[in-house]
């Protein structure tokens, strides 16, 4: 189903192609265990966050029903559709914004405390991962945080697009402060050893 050049990733027909046929090998079904060992560990306050690239939503879920004001943005249909139904089911509240994470508008510039990144850097072709970090330091307020899992594939190819260490400092440094980057001990047994867990706070 990728393109023909291995760097541009998936069009928005692809992925939605994957949510008709269930084939959602990335999605967890449940919330990625760092994070929720990081909110039983009382590293998280509940505060206003966004996550781009949000899937079915499972973390957008898990923070509406713990006391963040959550924005979850995803431009395909069978994501927006399965998550608008969970947050409907539950009677929660979230903003769920069915469009393109670059194309975020000013309303959104320094409004986010808290960005949630899960999948969907590794998700996008590697040509866009300057703007992201351009729209991720242009929403979040002064200080913000991103909070991020990256996932190290070793493979060619993608997405998932492999992402390193070094590509993570490379493309961060110059906007964001990296309090901490380390493999996580706690990712999910199909992600063990591959996860990046990041700390990024914006200068």
Same mark, same amino acid.
């Given at each position: 189903?990728?393109?023909?050049?291995?760097?541009?990733?998936?069009?928005?027909?692809?992925?939605?192609?994957?949510?008709?046929?269930?084939?959602?090998?990335?999605?967890?079904?449940?919330?990625?265990?760092?994070?929720?060992?990081?909110?039983?560990?009382?590293? +998280?306050?509940?505060?206003?966050?966004?996550?781009?690239?949000?899937?079915?939503?499972?973390?957008?879920?898990? +923070?509406?029903?713990?006391?963040?004001?959550?924005?979850?943005?995803?431009?395909?249909?069978?994501?927006?559709?399965?998550?608008?139904?969970?947050?409907?089911?539950?009677?929660?509240?979230?903003?769920?914004?069915?469009?393109?994470?670059?194309?975020?508008?000013?309303?959104?510039?320094?409004?986010?405390?808290?960005?949630?990144?899960?999948?969907?850097?590794?998700?996008?072709?590697?040509?866009?991962?300057?703007?992201?970090?351009?729209?991720?330091?242009?929403?979040?307020?002064?200080?913000?945080?991103? +909070?991020?899992?990256?996932?190290?594939?070793?493979?060619?190819?993608?997405?998932?697009?492999?992402?390193?260490?070094?590509?993570?400092?490379?493309?961060?440094?110059?906007?964001?402060?990296?309090?901490?980057?380390?493999?996580?001990?706690?990712?999910?047994?199909?992600?063990?050893?591959?996860?990046?867990?990041?700390? +990024?706070?914006?200068?």
């Amino acid at each position: 189903m990728a393109n023909d050049n291995s760097e541009a990733g998936y069009s928005r027909e692809d992925w939605e192609k994957h949510y008709q046929s269930e084939d959602l090998g990335w999605d967890l079904g449940k919330v990625s265990p760092p994070f929720l060992s990081l909110w039983q560990e009382q590293n +998280l306050v509940p505060c206003k966050t966004i996550i781009p690239g949000c899937g079915r939503g499972h973390e957008a879920v898990f +923070l509406a029903e713990n006391g963040f004001r959550v924005t979850a943005v995803d431009y395909c249909n069978g994501a927006v559709n399965a998550l608008r139904k969970s947050i409907a089911d539950k009677g929660l509240e979230c903003d769920i914004l069915h469009q393109d994470f670059f194309d975020l508008d000013s309303s959104h510039d320094s409004s986010y405390e808290l960005m949630l990144e899960q999948t969907f850097f590794c998700a996008i072709s590697p040509s866009q991962r300057k703007l992201y970090v351009e729209t991720a330091h242009r929403i979040l307020k002064s200080g913000g945080l991103l +909070l991020g899992l990256f996932y190290e594939t070793n493979a060619e190819g993608g997405p998932p697009f492999n992402t390193t260490r070094s590509d993570i400092l490379h493309h961060f440094c110059d906007r964001f402060m990296v309090q901490s980057l380390e493999k996580t001990l706690l990712s999910d047994e199909q992600r063990k050893n591959k996860e990046w867990l990041g700390f +990024l706070k914006k200068k």
